[in-house]
């Protein structure tokens, strides 16, 4: 499955944003969906993720009641709303896709997207 992120921008601190993720190539709805960030100079970090429907969701502890992911399985898209920015929320996001669930675990995704740039300045 290809990935495409999206949405990325530069925007103030307290700000929001949508990313979006579009998949081609495979049924996406087959797949548990995942959103990943990487700041300079730091390692990837999980920061969101989806069952298969959408029904189930996970968080990391960082965003959690400030990022909220989505799936739009007729759409082939999967979506992360951003409220509340922070300065360290600032990252490449990345979107990936799961044959085996989902969760905060990065080797359990096989696919990856190209990564979307979110700056939040202060």
């Known amino acids: 499955v290809q990935l495409q992120a999206s949405g990325g921008g530069l925007v103030q601190a307290g700000g929001s944003l949508r990313l979006s993720c579009a998949a081609s190539?495979?049924?996406?709805?087959?797949?548990?969906m995942g959103w990943f960030r990487q700041a300079p100079g730091k390692e990837r970090e999980f920061v969101a993720s989806?069952?298969?429907?959408?029904?189930?969701?996970y968080f990391a502890d960082s965003v959690k009641g400030r990022f909220t992911i989505s799936r739009d399985n007729t759409k082939n898209t999967v979506y992360l709303q951003i409220n509340s920015l922070k300065p360290e929320d600032t990252a490449v996001y990345y979107c990936?896709?799961?044959?085996?669930?989902?969760?905060?675990?990065?080797?359990?995704?096989?696919?990856w997207g190209q990564g979307t740039l979110v700056t939040v300045s202060s």
């Open positions: 989806t069952s298969w429907s959408g029904g189930t969701t």
């Open positions: 190539g495979r049924t996406f709805s087959n797949y548990g």
């Open positions: 990936a896709a799961s044959r085996s669930g989902y969760g905060s675990n990065w080797s359990r995704y096989d696919y």
